[in-house]
Protein backbone atom coordinates (compact mmCIF):
# COMPACT_ATOMS: atom_id res chain seq x y z
CA UNK A 1 0.00 0.00 0.00
CA UNK A 2 1.54 3.43 -1.07
CA UNK A 3 1.07 6.44 0.93
CA UNK A 4 -0.67 9.30 -0.04
CA UNK A 5 0.19 12.80 0.53
CA UNK A 6 -3.19 14.02 0.84
CA UNK A 7 -4.54 14.37 4.38
CA UNK A 8 -8.14 15.13 5.76
CA UNK A 9 -8.02 17.81 8.19
CA UNK A 10 -11.28 17.67 10.51
CA UNK A 11 -11.80 21.49 12.78
CA UNK A 12 -13.22 20.31 16.25
CA UNK A 13 -12.63 23.29 17.70
CA UNK A 14 -10.77 26.56 16.85
CA UNK A 15 -7.74 25.72 18.90
CA UNK A 16 -7.74 21.99 17.67
CA UNK A 17 -7.86 19.55 14.57
CA UNK A 18 -7.53 15.95 14.10
CA UNK A 19 -5.64 14.50 10.71
CA UNK A 20 -6.56 12.04 9.35
CA UNK A 21 -3.47 10.31 6.72
CA UNK A 22 -4.96 9.01 3.18
CA UNK A 23 -4.33 5.50 1.79
CA UNK A 24 -5.57 4.31 -1.94
CA UNK A 25 -6.81 0.58 -1.36
CA UNK A 26 -5.28 -1.31 -4.22
CA UNK A 27 -6.61 -5.31 -2.91
CA UNK A 28 -9.02 -6.42 -4.64
CA UNK A 29 -11.83 -7.58 -2.37
CA UNK A 30 -15.35 -6.38 -0.85
CA UNK A 31 -15.19 -4.03 2.43
CA UNK A 32 -15.34 -6.06 5.64
CA UNK A 33 -17.27 -4.10 8.23
CA UNK A 34 -20.67 -4.66 9.96
CA UNK A 35 -21.28 -0.98 9.41
CA UNK A 36 -21.36 0.49 6.13
CA UNK A 37 -23.39 3.53 5.61
CA UNK A 38 -24.14 6.34 3.13
CA UNK A 39 -22.21 9.22 2.95
CA UNK A 40 -21.95 12.28 0.99
CA UNK A 41 -18.31 12.84 1.86
CA UNK A 42 -15.48 11.85 3.75
CA UNK A 43 -15.56 14.74 5.77
CA UNK A 44 -18.95 13.25 6.75
CA UNK A 45 -17.54 9.79 7.61
CA UNK A 46 -14.86 11.10 9.67
CA UNK A 47 -17.45 13.42 12.32
CA UNK A 48 -18.75 9.20 12.28
CA UNK A 49 -15.25 8.00 13.01
CA UNK A 50 -14.72 11.11 15.83
CA UNK A 51 -18.22 10.33 17.33
CA UNK A 52 -17.14 6.59 18.22
CA UNK A 53 -15.11 6.15 21.48
CA UNK A 54 -13.14 2.80 19.71
CA UNK A 55 -13.05 4.27 15.73
CA UNK A 56 -9.34 4.95 15.07
CA UNK A 57 -10.06 4.46 10.83
CA UNK A 58 -12.71 4.61 8.02
CA UNK A 59 -13.21 3.62 4.45
CA UNK A 60 -14.68 5.27 1.81
CA UNK A 61 -16.21 5.09 -1.56
CA UNK A 62 -16.48 8.03 -3.35
CA UNK A 63 -17.90 6.70 -6.29
CA UNK A 64 -20.75 4.57 -3.87
CA UNK A 65 -20.83 7.87 -1.74
CA UNK A 66 -20.62 5.09 1.08
CA UNK A 67 -18.51 4.75 4.60
CA UNK A 68 -17.28 1.69 6.21
CA UNK A 69 -16.30 2.29 10.11
CA UNK A 70 -13.39 0.21 11.61
CA UNK A 71 -13.37 -1.68 8.05
CA UNK A 72 -10.89 -5.03 8.74
CA UNK A 73 -10.17 -4.63 4.77
CA UNK A 74 -9.45 -1.80 2.57
CA UNK A 75 -10.21 -2.67 -1.38
CA UNK A 76 -9.86 -1.12 -4.65
CA UNK A 77 -12.28 1.51 -5.54
CA UNK A 78 -11.72 2.67 -1.61
CA UNK A 79 -10.01 5.10 0.45
CA UNK A 80 -8.77 4.44 3.87
CA UNK A 81 -8.39 7.47 6.42
CA UNK A 82 -6.66 7.07 9.67
CA UNK A 83 -5.89 8.55 12.84
CA UNK A 84 -2.06 8.05 13.64
CA UNK A 85 1.69 7.80 12.37
CA UNK A 86 1.51 4.82 10.43
CA UNK A 87 -1.48 2.96 8.91
CA UNK A 88 -2.96 0.24 9.85
CA UNK A 89 -2.84 -3.52 9.12
CA UNK A 90 -5.02 -4.17 6.76
CA UNK A 91 -6.60 -7.93 5.15
CA UNK A 92 -4.22 -9.76 7.37
CA UNK A 93 -4.16 -12.72 4.94
CA UNK A 94 -1.86 -12.46 1.59
CA UNK A 95 -2.66 -12.72 -1.91
CA UNK A 96 -1.74 -13.97 -4.66
CA UNK A 97 -3.52 -12.57 -8.19
CA UNK A 98 -2.84 -15.10 -11.06
CA UNK A 99 -4.40 -14.60 -14.41
CA UNK A 100 -4.71 -17.68 -16.96
CA UNK A 101 -5.17 -16.88 -19.93
CA UNK A 102 -7.17 -19.63 -22.10
CA UNK A 103 -4.87 -22.18 -23.17
CA UNK A 104 -6.88 -25.78 -23.35
CA UNK A 105 -5.37 -27.21 -19.98
CA UNK A 106 -1.22 -27.14 -21.25
CA UNK A 107 -0.64 -27.68 -17.92
CA UNK A 108 -1.70 -26.25 -14.40
CA UNK A 109 0.20 -23.82 -12.69
CA UNK A 110 2.13 -24.78 -9.75
CA UNK A 111 1.45 -23.14 -6.34
CA UNK A 112 4.79 -24.18 -5.05
CA UNK A 113 7.05 -21.22 -5.91
CA UNK A 114 4.10 -19.59 -3.26
CA UNK A 115 4.88 -21.73 -0.67
CA UNK A 116 1.59 -23.28 -1.07
CA UNK A 117 1.84 -27.20 -1.37
CA UNK A 118 -0.73 -30.20 -0.05
CA UNK A 119 2.03 -31.32 2.65
CA UNK A 120 2.34 -27.92 4.59
CA UNK A 121 -1.31 -27.14 4.39
CA UNK A 122 -4.83 -29.16 4.09
CA UNK A 123 -6.99 -26.06 2.51
CA UNK A 124 -6.48 -23.61 0.30
CA UNK A 125 -9.10 -20.31 -0.19
CA UNK A 126 -9.40 -18.35 -3.50
CA UNK A 127 -11.63 -16.20 -5.46
CA UNK A 128 -12.61 -17.06 -8.84
CA UNK A 129 -13.55 -14.54 -11.84
CA UNK A 130 -14.49 -16.49 -15.42
CA UNK A 131 -17.05 -17.67 -17.37
CA UNK A 132 -16.81 -20.90 -16.59
CA UNK A 133 -14.20 -23.81 -16.28
CA UNK A 134 -11.35 -23.01 -13.32
CA UNK A 135 -9.61 -25.50 -12.41
CA UNK A 136 -8.19 -26.35 -8.83
CA UNK A 137 -5.63 -29.37 -9.33
CA UNK A 138 -4.69 -31.43 -6.09
CA UNK A 139 -1.57 -33.86 -7.23
CA UNK A 140 0.70 -36.75 -5.68
CA UNK A 141 3.11 -35.69 -8.06
CA UNK A 142 4.47 -31.45 -9.37
CA UNK A 143 2.32 -30.38 -12.04
CA UNK A 144 4.51 -29.53 -14.56
CA UNK A 145 5.05 -29.26 -18.30
CA UNK A 146 6.05 -33.48 -17.75
CA UNK A 147 2.79 -33.71 -15.34
CA UNK A 148 0.57 -31.49 -16.97
CA UNK A 149 -3.09 -33.43 -15.03
CA UNK A 150 -3.42 -33.28 -11.80
CA UNK A 151 -4.26 -36.26 -9.87
CA UNK A 152 -7.19 -34.91 -8.77
CA UNK A 153 -8.95 -32.33 -10.71
CA UNK A 154 -11.59 -29.36 -9.05
CA UNK A 155 -13.42 -27.79 -12.04
CA UNK A 156 -15.24 -24.75 -10.97
CA UNK A 157 -18.43 -23.76 -12.93
CA UNK A 158 -17.83 -27.00 -15.15
CA UNK A 159 -20.30 -27.90 -17.60
CA UNK A 160 -20.52 -24.96 -19.14
CA UNK A 161 -21.26 -22.98 -16.18
CA UNK A 162 -23.95 -25.16 -14.88
CA UNK A 163 -21.82 -27.32 -12.12
CA UNK A 164 -18.55 -28.02 -10.09
CA UNK A 165 -17.17 -31.57 -10.23
CA UNK A 166 -14.45 -33.96 -9.03
CA UNK A 167 -12.75 -35.94 -11.48
CA UNK A 168 -9.72 -38.38 -11.70
CA UNK A 169 -7.94 -38.95 -15.05
CA UNK A 170 -11.24 -37.43 -16.96
CA UNK A 171 -13.80 -39.50 -15.03
CA UNK A 172 -16.06 -38.09 -12.94
CA UNK A 173 -16.51 -38.55 -9.36
CA UNK A 174 -18.74 -36.66 -7.94
CA UNK A 175 -20.44 -32.99 -8.35
CA UNK A 176 -22.83 -30.46 -6.90
CA UNK A 177 -24.14 -27.22 -7.52
CA UNK A 178 -21.64 -24.37 -7.94
CA UNK A 179 -20.78 -21.13 -10.86
CA UNK A 180 -18.70 -18.59 -11.42
CA UNK A 181 -19.30 -15.15 -13.05
CA UNK A 182 -17.56 -13.84 -16.27
CA UNK A 183 -17.16 -10.17 -14.22
CA UNK A 184 -16.82 -10.30 -11.03
CA UNK A 185 -14.81 -12.39 -8.03
CA UNK A 186 -16.72 -15.01 -6.37
CA UNK A 187 -14.88 -16.34 -2.88
CA UNK A 188 -14.37 -20.86 -2.56
CA UNK A 189 -12.68 -23.05 -0.46
CA UNK A 190 -11.10 -26.51 -1.21
CA UNK A 191 -10.04 -29.08 1.62
CA UNK A 192 -8.16 -32.23 1.56
CA UNK A 193 -8.34 -33.37 5.11
CA UNK A 194 -8.74 -37.05 6.71
CA UNK A 195 -8.23 -37.94 3.23
CA UNK A 196 -11.91 -36.30 2.18
CA UNK A 197 -11.88 -33.97 -0.58
CA UNK A 198 -14.27 -31.24 0.65
CA UNK A 199 -15.53 -27.81 -1.81
CA UNK A 200 -17.26 -24.91 -0.75
CA UNK A 201 -19.09 -21.52 -1.60
CA UNK A 202 -16.88 -18.62 0.75
CA UNK A 203 -13.80 -18.50 2.92
CA UNK A 204 -15.12 -20.09 5.89
CA UNK A 205 -14.12 -23.92 6.15
CA UNK A 206 -16.62 -26.56 5.96
CA UNK A 207 -19.80 -23.86 5.68
CA UNK A 208 -21.68 -23.63 2.51
CA UNK A 209 -20.33 -27.04 1.36
CA UNK A 210 -21.26 -28.18 -2.09
CA UNK A 211 -19.39 -31.77 -2.39
CA UNK A 212 -16.87 -34.20 -0.90
CA UNK A 213 -15.35 -37.35 -1.86
CA UNK A 214 -12.99 -39.87 -0.66
CA UNK A 215 -11.25 -41.90 -2.82
CA UNK A 216 -12.04 -45.72 -2.42
CA UNK A 217 -9.07 -46.79 -3.33
CA UNK A 218 -5.93 -44.98 -1.75
CA UNK A 219 -5.20 -42.83 0.68
CA UNK A 220 -5.31 -39.15 -1.31
CA UNK A 221 -1.73 -38.37 -0.35
CA UNK A 222 -1.89 -34.46 -1.82
CA UNK A 223 1.51 -33.00 -2.40
CA UNK A 224 1.16 -30.01 -4.58
CA UNK A 225 -1.56 -27.47 -5.73
CA UNK A 226 -2.28 -26.31 -8.49
CA UNK A 227 -5.12 -23.76 -10.47
CA UNK A 228 -5.69 -23.69 -14.28
CA UNK A 229 -8.08 -23.56 -16.80
CA UNK A 230 -10.01 -24.77 -20.37
CA UNK A 231 -11.10 -22.17 -22.87
CA UNK A 232 -11.47 -19.45 -21.20
CA UNK A 233 -9.88 -16.71 -19.21
CA UNK A 234 -9.59 -17.07 -15.74
CA UNK A 235 -8.42 -14.45 -12.74
CA UNK A 236 -7.75 -16.06 -9.62
CA UNK A 237 -6.70 -14.49 -6.06
CA UNK A 238 -4.98 -17.29 -3.79
CA UNK A 239 -4.65 -16.82 -0.25
CA UNK A 240 -1.45 -17.63 1.14
Not at 166 to 186: E, M, P, V
Amino acid sequence: MTKATLFLLLQLTSVTSIRFTEYPCVEICAPNSPDIVPAQSSIQCARRCLSSNTCSLFVYNREQQKCAINAEFCCQGWTAFYIGQTAPKFNNRLMVQLSIPANNLSQYHSLTNFGITGTNRNHLLFDIKGCKDGHIGLSKTEMDSKNKIATYEIIVGGSNNTWTYIRQKNDYKTGGSAIIACNSFLPFWVSWENNMIKVGRGHKLDKDQVLSWTDPNTALDIKYVGVGTYGFHIDYNIYL
